[in-house]
């Protein structure tokens, strides 16, 4: 399998059996201080192509959703739903539940959004991004998502779509970002999640009642566009 940049960076690398102390010292200082300089270019990169985007809301979901599959129209239908009511788009830029939110608001005129990332294997950003992006480490990316996103849509999705459900809530409790909805779409399948934190992280005292609050389930894309608009996430008449 082909190595990736943010690989090459979480990698300890392998030990030298007669100087393992010291080759890995070796190996850190001839390389860390200069990634410093790439993962800078990432954000100055990121920032000078996100300048212009005014009211957006990012949408994260599986990459494995399939087009004929009731997840991949519901995506299409969000990402409509969002554009026609001023919102760019942003997703990951890759297939599935990305590309159907890309390709509903590129269907409907709105302005479409892909943050791609660095794999170990061959992809491009799907075929409905207009305004794309390429990253090499997922850290600069998910600034990205926050960064220029007033509201944060889950569709279905594994690991990677609990990963950014779960920063975003990390940063909303934690107050890092203010009037930030948070919208699970697709109640049976976000349903167990929402009552396992109900029922198990509530009474054992982890989180508060109050973090429970943070997250809307729905199965209805205009009432997600309710959620978010209701939250105050302020469109400007020119982005329309
Ligand atoms: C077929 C396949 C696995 C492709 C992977 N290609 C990907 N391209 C872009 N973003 C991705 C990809 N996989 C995971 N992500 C990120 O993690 C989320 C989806 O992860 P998952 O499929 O739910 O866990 C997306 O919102 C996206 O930001």
């Not at 203010?178 to 699970?184: M, S």
């Amino acid at each position: 399998m082909e190595s990736t940049t943010d690989r090459r960076l979480l990698d300890t690398g392998d030990p030298d059996p007669v100087d393992p102390d010291g080759a890995r010292r070796a190996n850190r200082l001839e390389h860390d201080p200069w990634r410093v300089l790439r993962i800078q270019s990432e954000f100055v990169a990121g920032f000078d192509a996100m300048s212009d985007v005014a009211a957006a809301v990012t949408v994260f979901g599986s990459a494995r959703t399939t087009p004929d599959s009731p997840e991949y129209a519901l995506g299409v239908e969000l990402g409509g739903a969002l554009a026609a009511a001023g919102y760019a788009v942003i997703t990951g830029g890759g297939p599935g539940a990305m590309e159907a939110a890309n390709r509903g608001a590129a269907q409907a005129g709105g302005r479409s959004i892909g943050l791609g990332i660095e794999l170990p294997f061959e992809q491009s950003l799907n075929e409905w991004v207009d305004l794309g992006v390429n990253f090499r480490y997922f850290f600069a990316r998910k600034t990205m998502f926050v960064k220029y996103a007033q509201a944060f849509v889950c569709l279905p999705g594994g690991f990677g779509t609990m990963d950014e459900l779960f920063e975003a809530l990390t940063l909303v409790q934690t107050k890092k970002v203010t009037r930030f909805p948070i919208v699970l779409l697709g109640a049976d399948y976000w349903q167990g999640l929402l009552d396992w934190i109900t029922g198990t992280l509530v009474p054992a005292g982890t989180v508060s009642q109050s973090d429970v609050a943070l997250l809307h389930v729905t199965d209805s894309v205009a009432e997600t566009v309710e959620i978010i608009t209701r939250a105050g996430a302020h469109i400007e008449a020119s982005t329309r």
